[in-house]
């Protein structure tokens, strides 16, 4: 079973570090090998094999690419299983019973699901990807392999960021596996930022998202039009604090020990078209799938209609990335849409007029968060239904006068407002900083002592 709550961190993490510091430097990477995968098997055991058959394949994969670099054709032959391999087992457990229900709709049929992929195993989508760029970067020779196994395999289970992100580039931090600095200010720096990714998931992420639940629970046949755009409010703010919360540990966890993980937000809702949001927002995947996928394809050095053929196929399979069910194809598709709508005639309406350009954003993707949080079809309509067909009603003024203020401070705190007053007022910012940390840590532990289990939302995909 995946963990039963974020409390699991707390007990795990002072023991993993301890550990780590007090380990000799040439030895670190082994401890953190081994911690990472306690982590990885304390939450899914039964995929511990999965996840070593993963590193050894990849890793023997690199050397052979690289020892047959004159070989194309072995080459080519090794990266091609190497990434059938990785991909075959995220395509498993992912998409299999997603097929099959398909196929079971179209053709009749009545084959069973499996039982086995009713599960994922733990960050699968991230790791792929991750160890994807590490064979084809080995290929296309713009890494070397690496040769000792420890710190390869430390590379792929890193548990920071081993089940949610941010997507780590083997060449972003191949050289802090080898020598990296573990000095105080590091470590300062990494304690500053998991407070604040923490606080963000619990303080802002679940209290909002408590809002969304309960609309959920009453059913969207029965709420009003203001309270259907309460809730998938509700939920814009919700995604973007807990995933970009998640970030947020990530990178201060990987900081303290000595890694600089890449940013992987930068406050996407003040973007003003949704070319820009998608460089704001999971920058790590939208990276991926331009260096991996768009940019193999073409990119935009071909002709005008293979450059929209090119980004149906990035979104098609930003959808799918996300998760096996067709609201998230939708979802991705949705994107195609909108880019391609600001590549052939938006793009300067939107850069002379602001306002308008803010606004588009904002409601473009909001109306996207809906495709992506209602996986039934039919519940989707309903929601819609009510978005734009006015239905009175009087149950939005008590979520509002429950929620108001946490939603103003997730719109508040999900613009630069917070950086810019510590940047026009650093004398005060170096006062506050740390009894501002300490209480966003003790509200914290509070909160998740008092609750209920409430998961990432990306530890499922």
């Known amino acids: 079973m995946v963990f039963s709550s974020i409390l699991f961190l707390f007990r795990f993490l002072p023991i993993a570090f301890v550990a780590y510091y007090l380990t000799p430097s040439r030895f ?39 020892k047959w670099r004159e070989k194309q054709g072995l080459r080519r032959t090794v990266l091609i299983v190497s990434v059938i391999f990785s991909v075959g087992f995220l395509a498993f457990f992912k998409y299999s019973n997603f097929l099959i229900s398909n196929l079971n709709a179209l053709a009749g049929t009545a084959i069973p699901y499996l039982e086995v992929t009713k599960n994922l195993p733990l960050g699968i989508s991230f790791y792929t990807f991750q160890i994807l760029t590490y064979t084809i970067d080995v290929y296309l020779q713009k ?47 990494g304690i500053t930022l998991f407070i604040l990714g923490l606080g963000s998931k619990v303080l802002l992420a679940n209290s909002i998202g408590a809002l969304w639940t309960k609309i959920g629970e009453v059913g969207f046949d029965n709420i009003s039009t203001p309270l259907a755009w309460i809730g998938i409010t509700a939920f814009t703010l919700q995604i973007y604090f807990d995933f970009s919360g998640y970030s947020l540990m990530a990178i201060g966890m990987g900081r303290a020990l000595g890694f600089h993980f890449p940013q992987n937000f930068n406050y996407p809702y003040i973007s003003r078209s949704i070319t820009e949001f998608w460089r704001r927002w999971h920058m790590t995947l939208s990276g991926w799938f331009r260096e991996y ?8 050095r071909v002709g005008t209609a293979r450059q929209y053929f090119n980004l149906f196929v990035v979104w098609a399979a930003t959808g799918l990335w996300h998760g096996a069910s067709w609201n998230f194809v939708l979802w991705g598709l949705y994107f195609f849409v909108l880019i391609s709508f600001e590549r052939l005639f938006l793009k300067p309406i939107l850069d002379k007029h602001r306002l308008f350009s803010h606004v588009y954003l904002i409601l473009a993707v909001v109306l996207g968060w809906v495709l992506f949080a209602i996986t039934d079809m039919n519940q989707m309509g309903v929601f819609f239904k009510n978005l734009f067909v006015f239905r009175g009603g009087d149950d939005w003024m008590f979520y509002l006068r429950n929620y108001a203020v946490v939603l103003v401070l997730g719109i508040i705190m999900s613009t630069p407002w917070l950086k810019n007053f510590s940047i026009r007022h650093k004398a005060l910012t170096r006062w506050l900083e740390t009894p501002f940390l300490l209480l966003i840590f003790f509200l914290s532990v509070a909160y998740l002592v008092d609750s209920t289990y409430n998961p990432f939302l990306y530890f499922r995909f």
């Open 143 to 189: 890494i070397n392999a690496e040769r000792n196994i420890i710190n390869f395999g430390t590379f792929v289970v890193l548990f920071p960021q081993l089940i949610a992100g941010p997507i780590v580039k083997f060449a972003d931090i191949h050289k802090e596996l080898h020598e990296r600095k573990i000095c105080p200010s590091n470590i300062q720096d």
């Open 28 to 66: 670190k990477n082994l401890t953190l090998l081994i911690a990472s995968l306690v982590f990885y098997s304390w939450g899914e055991i039964r995929y511990f094999p999965i996840m070593v058959s993963v590193i050894l394949v990849n890793y023997i994969a690199g050397l052979l690419i690289e």
């Open 293 to 300: 996928l768009y940019f193999p394809l073409g990119g935009s």
